[in-house]
């Protein structure tokens, strides 16, 4: 997913690969192995003995042990200090991953793993959970998020965070009512911000419409285009040259080239993700009747079970993103109108255009679905 | 560079790598590891239990040990059998990586081993060389290398068998000059043909420029997007629902689909090609005076290896194949005007265009340069 978001938007790609699966976790079953931080650090060498390690950007996913979390650091470090001569020239993106929703799906010491990486990265995505892991800050509303987002600019000395899953809790302002929202009016939000020079964040969020279905794949899908979409942005901006690419003081949150990228990035992907859901609601429809009839057949436990998984992965199979398909989508992305990015300033409750919708519980970029614990690889 | 061109082409991949390399082995540096025959089993088992291996089209390349190349047969044949009930569900394209130039470059049991899979293919990728290992068959002309390619559908029972390079020496028709040919005027062949129901061949040929630089890759490049474009083609033609999509015997080489396939292919990567050419040249020409510089300070022997090295390694990266920028023009060929496919009529010694060109020494898809035996990965 990952790297042909970025080959598709222009980018000469060397991957690295952390898991070597026969298909993503999501299935439930699947097989391979994970990469050793040995074989991560081999192949970085090898690169390296070739002359080919002199990438501009970085794109850190998903690491199965802490070690690697480590080794992946190496990495960065060493291509930050040979970058130290020309500012500009070398930005780090770490996608943080460790849980969702409360919890943890790696082992408990990646957490300050990640902890001793952040100062060097120029940019984290992590999901809400990860960024409370990170900041050891609990977020309840714009307010604490704002303390962690703060704290990571500050403490951390993160230049970008981009929080892409947001789920507070109601406020008294927008406690929703008994009537659970239809899934077509659910809304999900992200929230971004880039530091001033004195690290103050300048936050601003996009809300868009969330779709009820899990697909997997999505958390790298945005973070494999926003690589794209951040550098073109910083290139219009004339930052390429600027140290972590950071905006004059005067740039307000809306218009940061991470907002601009960003809006791009959900424009793009919301087409993409709507046409996905389409497919899935015909092939779901099409299994569940017959599927429906089977289960009911009073069979054993075990055969129960076994039609149970076979639903599973059909739906699984049914929600995989449909990229490839369209990727003229990701290239050229609609009018980012309805993602327009809205600043959040100090003491919004509810950001500065009056809705209620990051009340919804359905405020994730990846929707929960049956398989809400897959890690993104 | 097969995934990208197919994913771009809008095939849906799962890949399988059977090296995992830090680059490819042109640099003449890497690290990294050879799978093994157990570990693409056990991908493939895991595609199976999440119910994710009904492929329409299974392209093999480069295989680094005989027990691999079994491997794969086992998965084609797996594939071919559970397709058996519905023709031309599944269509296997299989590069029978092996050598070059007289030379083969694995280990001599791989060359029984792809033998015994050619009866399950549905096409076949030989280079000239590979062209004779499998049907015992020296090609020194048209005519011999018609022999080859009957032995081939007949013996071998392969309905579809694409030549990627030719060279054959000169006749007495277009013996060379003592003169080279400037690399600008050199030109390269690739013959293709499908059988009819009898199993004779139906040839034809396609006649490029060739570029005189070595590109790693471009093998990669044509047999992944000719699984795109034979499938477009194939559909168009009717065929996707005939048993290894074999046309009808009133069709004429040059209007098979196989040959309408390749036209397209070609005339998309020559540009790429070109592109890439060009690139390498300003490229070059930078590092050819500093470096002829250094080279000739009268150092010791380890500097002056370590310098060449460094260019070498330099150049390779030059070389790179630009096709993630110029994806574009895979996606929409150019008008495929000088890459006719021609038919090659039984007793034609030249072909039916009257050009001596068969005859150059630069016949090749992948034009020799200093690396090659660079394997395809």
Same mark, same amino acid.
């Given at each position: 997913?990952?790297?042909?978001?970025? #080959?598709?938007?222009?980018?000469?790609?060397?991957?690295?690969?952390?898991?070597?699966?026969?298909?993503?976790?999501?299935?439930?079953?699947?097989?391979?192995?994970?990469?050793?931080?040995?074989?991560?650090?081999?192949?970085?060498?090898?690169?390296?003995?070739?002359?080919?390690?002199?990438?501009?950007?970085?794109?850190?996913?998903?690491?199965?042990?802490?070690?690697?979390? =480590? #080794?992946?650091?190496?990495?960065?470090?060493?291509?930050?200090?040979?970058?130290?001569?020309?500012?500009?020239?070398?930005?780090?993106?770490?996608?943080?991953?460790?849980?969702?929703?409360? /919890?943890?799906?790696?082992?408990?010491?990646?957490?300050?793993?990640?902890?001793?990486?952040?100062?060097?990265?120029?940019?984290? @995505?992590?999901?809400?959970?990860?960024? =409370?892991?990170?900041?050891?800050?609990?977020?309840?509303?714009?307010?604490?998020?704002? /303390?962690?987002?703060?704290?990571?600019? #500050?403490?951390? &000395?993160?230049?970008?965070?981009?929080?892409?899953?947001?789920?507070?809790?109601?406020?008294?302002?927008?406690?929703?009512?008994?009537?659970?929202?239809?899934?077509?009016?659910?809304?999900?939000?992200?929230?971004?911000?880039?530091?001033?020079?004195?690290?103050?964040?300048?936050?601003?969020?996009?809300?868009?419409?969330?779709?009820?279905?899990?697909?997997?794949?999505?958390?790298?899908?945005?973070?494999?285009?926003? +690589?794209?979409?951040?550098?073109?942005?910083?290139?219009?901006?004339?930052?390429? #040259?600027?140290?972590?690419?950071?905006?004059?003081?005067?740039? &307000?949150?809306?218009?940061?080239?991470?907002?601009?990228?960003?809006?791009?990035?959900?424009?793009?992907?919301?087409?993409?993700?709507?046409?996905?859901?389409?497919?899935?609601?015909?092939?779901?429809?099409?299994?569940?009747?017959?599927? !429906?009839?089977? @289960?009911?057949?009073?069979?054993?436990?075990?055969?129960?079970?076994?039609?149970?998984?076979?639903?599973?992965?059909?739906?699984?199979?049914?929600?995989?993103?449909?990229?490839?398909?369209?990727?003229? +989508?990701?290239?050229?992305?609609?009018?980012?109108?309805?993602?327009?990015?809205?600043?959040?300033?100090?003491?919004?409750?509810?950001?500065?255009?009056?809705?209620?919708? +990051?009340? !919804?519980?359905?405020?994730?970029?990846?929707?929960?679905?049956?398989?809400?614990?897959?890690?993104?690889?």
């Amino acid at each position: 997913m990952a790297t042909f978001c970025m #080959q598709t938007l222009g980018c000469e790609v060397s991957a690295i690969n952390t898991v070597n699966y026969s298909n993503h976790v999501g299935y439930k079953r699947f097989k391979g192995r994970k990469s050793t931080a040995d074989e991560v650090a081999e192949l970085y060498a090898g690169l390296k003995d070739a002359g080919l390690n002199n990438f501009d950007v970085l794109l850190s996913g998903y690491c199965p042990s802490a070690a690697l979390v =480590e #080794q992946v650091g190496i990495i960065a470090r060493e291509r930050r200090l040979e970058a130290n001569t020309s500012p500009g020239s070398f930005f780090w993106i770490l996608d943080p991953v460790m849980g969702d929703n409360g /919890q943890i799906y790696v082992a408990e010491e990646t957490v300050p793993a990640y902890k001793s990486l952040l100062r060097d990265a120029d940019l984290i @995505l992590p999901n809400q959970f990860e960024a =409370e892991l990170l900041s050891d800050v609990k977020i309840r509303d714009f307010d604490s998020m704002r /303390q962690a987002i703060r704290k990571l600019h #500050q403490t951390y &000395q993160v230049p970008h965070v981009m929080i892409t899953s947001v789920r507070l809790p109601p406020t008294q302002a927008n406690t929703p009512s008994k009537e659970p929202h239809p899934a077509s009016m659910a809304k999900l939000s992200v929230v971004g911000s880039s530091a001033n020079s004195k690290g103050e964040p300048r936050m601003f969020r996009i809300t868009v419409p969330a779709l009820p279905v899990f697909f997997s794949g999505t958390g790298d899908m945005f973070s494999a285009s926003l +690589v794209a979409r951040l550098r073109e942005a910083a290139q219009h901006a004339g930052l390429l #040259q600027t140290e972590h690419w950071q905006s004059p003081d005067d740039v &307000q949150s809306a218009d940061l080239p991470l907002a601009k990228a960003t809006e791009k990035v959900l424009a793009s992907m919301h087409i993409i993700l709507k046409d996905t859901a389409e497919h899935y609601e015909v092939a779901a429809e099409k299994y569940r009747d017959s599927m !429906d009839n089977q @289960l009911n057949l009073g069979q054993g436990e075990e055969a129960k079970e076994a039609k149970e998984m076979e639903r599973h992965l059909r739906l699984t199979r049914a929600a995989e993103v449909r990229v490839v398909r369209n990727a003229e +989508v990701l290239r050229h992305p609609p009018d980012v109108g309805e993602f327009k990015a809205q600043a959040v300033e100090e003491g919004d409750v509810k950001g500065d255009h009056g809705e209620d919708d +990051v009340a !919804d519980e359905l405020g994730v970029l990846k929707v929960a679905g049956g398989d809400g614990a897959a890690h993104q690889t």
